[in-house]
C-alpha cells in the first residue's frame, strides 16, 4: 500500500496561540485512518491543513511523497483532495443529480448554447451511486428529501467519482442516529475498497473502530498515540482517548444506564 | 448494501405532487383565478378579448422583463432594490446623451447599457466585498440614483422631464424595434410583450439548462456548500446582479423611446413590482429557489389586476390593496403547497 499523504511534525500557529505541535500521520490508499479527538483537540485545525486551509506554520506536508504547499482548498481539490464537511456537503433545495455534479457539471454544445447534459448526468449519477451501493428511485428529488445519512452518503459518492484519492471526512457520523451512521460507515468502507485514501475524523471510538486501518489519537494539539488494526481493542481505543474523553465516555455510560 | 435506502422508495410520486411542486405553479393558479376573477365581473365585455388581453400584457411586459431577471437575482440569494430607479435613471440618461449633448441615439444605447452594467458590478462587487446585506447595498444605490435622477435632469434641461424628439437620428429604427405597436387579431400590441417572452424564455434557459443556473440555485441555497463543491459564488453573484441591472437599463431605454422622454421621478416605487412578480412566481426570499417563468406570471397577475379594476368599474384606489393582498396569498400558498409537495416526497 502506498502512502498518498504524509505530515511530519507539522505545527500550526496562529499568532500566540498553537493549535498543533508537530504533528506526524501517514495516510495510506486503500485504507481508512481514524483522527480521534475530543472537542477541542485540535481536529479542526488537522482538517484544515490537510485540505488547504490553512498551511502549516513549520514542518512537512507530502503527497504521494513530494512536499506540496497549497493556497486555497481548490487547489487540494485539483491534487485529489476532497473533503466532505458533516454540514456543508450538500444544498438541500437542489435535486441529487445537481448536487453531485455540482461545480463539476456536464455540457453539450458549444459557446453561448453550451447547455447542461441532465440526460446524462442524470444516468450517471443514478448509476454510480448505485455502484457506491446507494439505490435512489429519482435523482430529480431535492437533496433535502434525503435522509442526513443518504446525504453524506452521496456526498462521499461524489468525491469518489470526481477522482479523489484522498477523502476526507469531517466528523460524518456525529450528528447521526445509529442506522444513519451505519449507512454512511458502509459508504467509507466503499470508497476504501475503490483505492481511496480515507481520513476518518470523530470523536466517537466505536465508529472508528468499526471502519479504521489505523487510528491516531489527537489531544491538545499534540498526536498523542497511535495505533494499527490488528494491535488494538475497542476498549482500548476508548480508553487512551485521554483521562478526560475516558471520563465523559463513562459518564456517557452512566447517563444512559440512568435514563432506561 | 442497498437494504437500507430501498425503503425510502415505497411511495410512488404522482404527477399531481410532482406539479405541485413546481414553483410557478401557484402563480400559474393564482393568474387563472385572477383571470377568471376580472372576466366575470368585467363591464366592458373586453377583458378576455384581443383588445383587452393588449392592454394587460402591455402592463405586464415592462414589469416581467424585469422581474425575470430579479428572480434569478433572488435565487442566487440576494436582493436590488435598485431595479426601479434604474428604469428611470438609464431613460433619463438616454435623452441627456441625445438631446443635450447630441450623441447618437444608438451610440447612447449602447453607453446607457454599458452604465447600467457598471452599476449592477459596482452593486455586486459591494456585496461581496463588504459583506453587506444587499438590501441595505442597493438601497443606498436606489437612493444614491434617486437624487442624482433629479439634481442631473434639473441641471441639464431646468426642468424635472428630459424629452427625446421623434427627430432623433435613427430615433425610427429604434422605436421599431423597442416601442412600436404589432397588429395581432384585430388589437394593437406593444412589441415589448415580445421582448418580454424573449427574456423569460432566455432566463428560464439560463437557469434550468446551463451550468450557471446550476450555480444560481447552488449559490441562493447555501453559499458555504457550493463554495466548498468549487461553484465561483462571487462571480455568479455579481453577473446576477449585473444582468438585473442591465435588465432595469433595457426597459428604460424602451420607455423613453415609446414616451419620447422621461420624468425624474420614474420608476420610483417600481421595484417592489418586480419582487412581487418574483415572489408570487415561487421565489424565495431566502434564495435557492424559484423560476423566471413564475416570475413572468407575476407580472401577468399584475397586469391583468391594472386593467381588470377599471374595468370592473372597481375604485382604482384600491389597485395596491388588491396588489398587496395577492402578494401575501400567493406566497401563503405557495409556501404551503410547497411544504406538502415536499413532505409528500420524503416518505
Given amino acids: 500500500m502506498t502512502v498518498a499523504l504524509e505530515l511530519k511534525n507539522v505545527t500550526k500557529q496562529f499568532g500566540s496561540v498553537i493549535a498543533m505541535t508537530e504533528v506526524s500521520m501517514e495516510v495510506t490508499s486503500g485504507s481508512v485512518t481514524c483522527v480521534l479527538g475530543d472537542n477541542g483537540a485540535g481536529k479542526s485545525t488537522l482538517i484544515k491543513t490537510l485540505s488547504g486551509v490553512h498551511k502549516p506554520t513549520a514542518g512537512e506536508f507530502l503527497m504521494d511523497g513530494q512536499p506540496v504547499d497549497f493556497d486555497s482548498p481548490r487547489e487540494a481539490i485539483a491534487k485529489g483532495i476532497a473533503t466532505v464537511y458533516q454540514d456543508l456537503a450538500t444544498i438541500p433545495m437542489m435535486s441529487v443529480w445537481r448536487n453531485f455534479f455540482l461545480g463539476n457539471e456536464i455540457t453539450i454544445g458549444w459557446g453561448p448554447f453550451r447547455m447542461l447534459n441532465i440526460k446524462k448526468m442524470k444516468a450517471l449519477s443514478k448509476q454510480q451511486l448505485l455502484e457506491m451501493g446507494i439505490d435512489l428511485r429519482d435523482t430529480d428529488q431535492p437533496i433535502g428529501t434525503l435522509s442526513g445519512g443518504e446525504r453524506q452518503a452521496v456526498a462521499i459518492a461524489r468525491a469518489v467519482y470526481f477522482g479523489a484519492k484522498v477523502l476526507i471526512l469531517d466528523e460524518p457520523t456525529s450528528a447521526l442516529g445509529v442506522r444513519q451512521s451505519g449507512i454512511v460507515l458502509k459508504y467509507v468502507l466503499s470508497a476504501k475498497e475503490r483505492g481511496v485514501a480515507v481520513v476518518f475524523i470523530t470523536h466517537n471510538p466505536h465508529h472508528a473502530f468499526l471502519v479504521g486501518d489505523r487510528f491516531y489519537l489527537l489531544n491538545r494539539g499534540k498526536m498523542i498515540n497511535e495505533f494499527q488494526r490488528k494491535n488494538v481493542k475497542l476498549d482500548e481505543l476508548t480508553m487512551a482517548m485521554a483521562g478526560g474523553a475516558e471520563l465523559e465516555a463513562l459518564t456517557h455510560e452512566i447517563s444512559q444506564v440512568k435514563g432506561k | ?347
Wanted: proline share 2%.
Fill in chain 2, 1 to 347: 448494501m442497498a437494504n437500507a435506502v430501498k425503503d425510502e422508495r415505497v411511495q410512488k410520486t404522482s404527477p399531481i405532487t410532482t406539479l405541485l411542486r413546481r414553483p410557478e405553479f401557484g402563480a400559474l393558479m393564482g393568474a387563472l383565478a385572477i383571470f377568471l376573477l376580472f372576466s366575470s365581473v368585467d363591464t366592458t365585455g373586453n377583458f378576455g378579448q384581443p383588445g383587452g388581453i393588449a392592454g394587460w400584457t402591455d402592463i405586464a411586459a415592462p414589469i416581467g422583463i424585469v422581474a425575470v431577471f430579479v428572480a434569478l437575482l433572488m435565487i442566487g440569494g440576494e436582493f436590488d432594490l435598485s431595479t426601479g430607479v434604474m428604469v428611470g435613471t438609464t431613460g433619463l440618461l438616454t435623452g441627456v446623451l441625445v438631446t443635450e449633448l447630441g450623441l447618437d441615439l444608438w451610440t447612447s444605447i449602447f453607453l446607457v447599457l454599458l452604465f447600467a452594467a457598471g452599476v449592477g458590478l459596482l452593486n455586486g462587487w459591494l456585496v461581496v466585498t463588504t459583506g453587506l446585506p444587499s438590501f441595505i447595498v442597493t438601497l443606498a444605490t436606489f437612493f444614491v440614483l434617486r437624487g442624482a435622477n433629479l439634481a442631473v435632469t434639473k441641471q441639464f434641461t431646468g426642468t424635472v422631464r428630459v424629452s427625446l424628439t421623434e427627430e432623433t437620428a435613427n430615433y425610427d429604427q429604434a422605436a421599431a424595434l423597442l416601442a412600436s405597436k404589432i397588429e395581432f387579431a384585430g388589437a394593437s400590441f406593444q412589441i415589448s410583450i415580445l421582448w418580454w417572452i424573449f427574456f423569460t424564455i432566455l432566463a428560464t434557459w439560463i437557469l434550468t439548462r446551463t451550468k450557471f443556473g446550476n450555480w444560481i440555485f447552488a449559490s441562493g441555497g447555501d453559499a458555504n456548500a457550493a463554495r466548498n463543491a468549487g461553484v465561483p459564488v462571487i462571480r455568479t453573484k455579481i453577473i446576477l446582479f449585473v444582468m438585473t441591472s442591465m435588465a432595469a437599463a433595457f426597459v428604460g431605454i424602451m420607455f423613453v423611446l415609446r414616451l419620447k422622454g422621461m420624468q425624474a421621478g420614474q420608476g420610483v416605487g417600481v421595484e417592489f413590482f418586480y419582487i412581487i412578480a418574483a415572489a408570487v412566481g415561487g421565489t424565495l426570499l431566502t434564495g435557492g429557489m424559484g423560476s423566471a417563468i413564475g416570475a413572468s406570471l407575476g407580472a401577468v397577475i399584475m397586469g391583468m389586476a391594472y386593467i381588470g379594476i377599471p374595468y370592473a368599474l372597481w375604485d382604482s384606489d384600491w389597485t395596491f390593496t388588491f396588489l398587496g393582498l395577492i402578494l401575501f396569498t400567493a406566497v401563503l400558498i405557495n409556501t404551503f403547497v410547497g411544504k406538502r409537495a415536499m413532505k409528500g416526497r420524503k416518505k
